[in-house]
């Protein structure tokens, strides 16, 4: 059956997408929910639409044997909502997935997978449907929940999202260059986001909001223009010690490193932890650190800051050999 008989939109026929995600930390101490950075690690994807019906799904790297593979793959149902969305019939595809951000460890794997459907619909829609930064931070807002890890999954660089009554938004900003990013990854644990967050309270006393307003504020100018702030601008009261009793180690880790002076954070909701470093050597001590206490083992991550975001190449059908 060709995609035209079968239903399909016949400017989709042979129509092909290379996406390219970054690696997200979201929260940064005391943004929960609302700060969020991009890193220079990446997932890739590969989207083509085909003749037949339904998706399949290969996953190369990280999440091989794991993942699904079938239509309940988080790429394939982020491929899937946008089409909905745009009232689009949704072809054939075959999806190929170059994974290398890990799964369940707080560097944004699932913004990831979320992000890289949204651009391969972007991407093999091109032309025919057009999509505003707002309409793609919505679409995948719609599914990650909260929009800390998808704006800079999107945009690269820094960036503040909020919820408006018209969806969610986001201001986009560059990190100051002395700051120099380390990501600990523990090797041995996982976490889930939605344990993380079933162990929040409903509501925090009055004092720890206006601390954390504070933090927040002040890390923004840390991170753009005075890293020397970073580690007063770090600290947060309103997620990390009800989380903490989840991910021992990880808190362990940022104890030792924050007795140290070293700005470090739990990255998004864990277990990974992030340390914000006002210059490379700073960041050179902290991995020494790390190095020295863990007592399981951590692997130490010394990242840019990604300041594209997410990418598509497509190809339409007559581009195609
Ligand atoms: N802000 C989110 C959280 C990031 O900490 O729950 C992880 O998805």
Known sequence: MSAASAGVDPRLAGRTALVKVPAT?????PGFDTLGL?????????????????????VNGVGAGEVPTDETNLVARSIAHTFAHHGIALPGLRLVAHNVIPHGRGMGSSAAAIVSGIMAARGLLEGIVEMTPDDLLARATELEGHPDNVAPALFGGLTIAWVTPDGPRHKRLTVHRGVSLLVAVPQTSTMSTALARSLQPESVPHQDAIFNVSRSALLIAALIQSPELLFAATEDKLHQNYRASAMPETSALITVLREHGFAAVV??????VLVLCSDPAQRLEAAA???QHATTPWVSHMLAVDFKGATVNSHPAEAVA
Do not use: W
Not at 267 to 272: E, I, N, V
């Open 25 to 29: 930390t979201a929260n940064l101490g």
């Open 38 to 58: 991009a890193l220079s690690v990446y997932d890739e994807l590969e989207v083509s639409v085909r003749d037949e019906p339904g998706i399949v799904v290969e």
């Open 267 to 272: 990255s998004g909701a864990g277990p990974s």
């Open 289 to 291: 650190l790390i190095e």
